[in-house]
């Protein structure tokens, strides 16, 4: 089915798992803000699902859940405009995922690197959920027949897969129901790389606090982790081409684009020449300007507790128009008897 069949509609997700950082914030959430403003339906949940794949303390679980309910907020998404849910409010997306995890092949799942990197070297030891976390995931996406999903480029090889199981869903019961979703992956920091060391991805779970920026941090640890981030002796070069064997230069010039709304080169037009001792003040005052408003918010909005949960139980409401049809229609494509009115 052509992609022009379906309503223009994004959706992506994050995990509820606390310590959001500038990487979650460029390579997703600042994104979806700029989606929010174009011809799409967008559609952003904190998926609580996901995040039980992994031991969480319940307490923790459900402020971090407020929290980044908070975070979307003060990052720019307008609960009006968007709808703005977590994962375990809209029972369709665990449904739908029981489905899928009946047309995934077991061979598909373990070939997920990200399925490889957290469940490491005992497997064994991993929750069924874990393995079952990409099946979950295209249930979210397709359960509103999603046709973009804007991710930082770690969750690439999830919505291959997810295309994966909408092509066999498809082709299994001979219908055309599910769309091939578009990933949409996109600008100068789909993947921000740690403070402390060029080859790791800036990440929720780095025991080092300063390999990251937190969405929570002040204005002075932002700068106190920017000056001492990991770079070479090198001067800024003028070209992208000289950042290729940088890769923490590579990674900050990145972060100072993304942050500036402009491309890598022209930050390299304005820098280049200039020594790091000169470019990470520019780069902290810059970072601490886009930051602290949105660290300020989200304290604001956690002091209104049932705010954020009027928004989310709203949110739900409005979500379940659109997926519980779309679940009914895949029943009966499955062939499960309806209930009759009694
Ligand atoms: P999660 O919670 O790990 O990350 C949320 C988003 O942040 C992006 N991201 C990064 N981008 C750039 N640089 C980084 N260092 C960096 N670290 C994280 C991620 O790519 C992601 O876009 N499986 C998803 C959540 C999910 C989802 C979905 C996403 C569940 N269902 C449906 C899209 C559609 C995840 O774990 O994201």
Redesign the pocket.
């Known amino acids: 089915m052509s992609e022009s069949a379906f309503t223009p509609r994004v959706?992506?997700?994050?995990?509820p798992?606390g310590n959001l950082?500038l990487?979650?914030y460029?390579?997703?959430m600042k994104r979806f803000v700029d989606m929010q403003g174009q011809d799409f339906e967008t559609i952003y949940?904190m998926?609580d699902l996901?995040a039980v794949t992994v031991w969480q303390d319940p307490k923790d679980l459900m402020k971090s859940t407020r929290e980044l309910c908070a975070g979307f907020i003060a990052a720019g998404i307008d609960p009006e405009q968007s709808i703005l849910i977590n994962q375990s409010q809209v029972p369709e997306h665990a449904q739908l995922a029981w489905i899928f995890n009946c047309v995934a092949r077991m061979g598909w799942m373990q070939r997920m690197t990200q399925w490889k990197d957290k469940a490491g070297k005992n497997q064994q030891n991993a929750s069924l959920g874990l393995f079952a976390?990409p099946a979950?995931?295209a249930a979210?996406?397709l359960v509103y027949h999603a046709t973009h999903?804007?991710?930082?480029?770690?969750?690439k090889q999830?919505l291959e897969l997810t295309r994966d199981i909408a092509i066999k869903f498809n082709h299994d019961y001979g219908v055309d129901f599910f769309p091939e979703t578009e990933p949409v992956i996109e600008g100068a920091?789909?993947?921000?790389?740690s403070l402390r060391d060029g080859s790791k991805?800036?990440?929720?779970s780095d025991v080092s606090d300063a390999s990251r920026i937190n969405l929570t941090d002040d204005a002075d640890a932002i700068a106190k982790k920017i000056r001492k981030a990991k770079t070479d002796p090198e001067a800024l070069p003028s070209e992208a081409k000289g950042l290729e064997e940088r890769p923490e230069a590579r990674n900050l010039v990145n972060i100072y684009a993304a942050l500036n709304e402009q491309s890598v080169d022209q930050v390299l037009a304005d820098v280049g020449g200039k020594q790091f001792s000169e470019f990470k003040p520019m780069l902290a005052d810059l970072a601490v300007s886009k930051l602290a408003p949105i660290s300020t918010e989200m304290a604001r909005l956690m002091d209104n507790q049932d705010e954020i949960d009027k928004i989310l139980a709203r949110g739900s409401q409005r979500a379940r128009e659109i997926t519980a049809p779309i679940l009914r229609k895949t029943y009966d494509i499955v062939g499960m008897v309806p209930p009759v009115s009694l």
């Not at 999903?149 to 969750?155: A, C, K, R």
């Not at 920091?189 to 790389?193: D, I, L, P, S």
């Not at 991805?201 to 929720?204: N, Y």
């Open positions: 959706f992506s997700g994050i995990q798992t950082h990487g979650n460029l390579g997703a949940c998926v996901h976390y979950l995931m979210d996406i999903v804007p991710v930082g480029e770690d969750q999830h920091a789909t993947r921000v790389m991805k800036m990440s929720k």
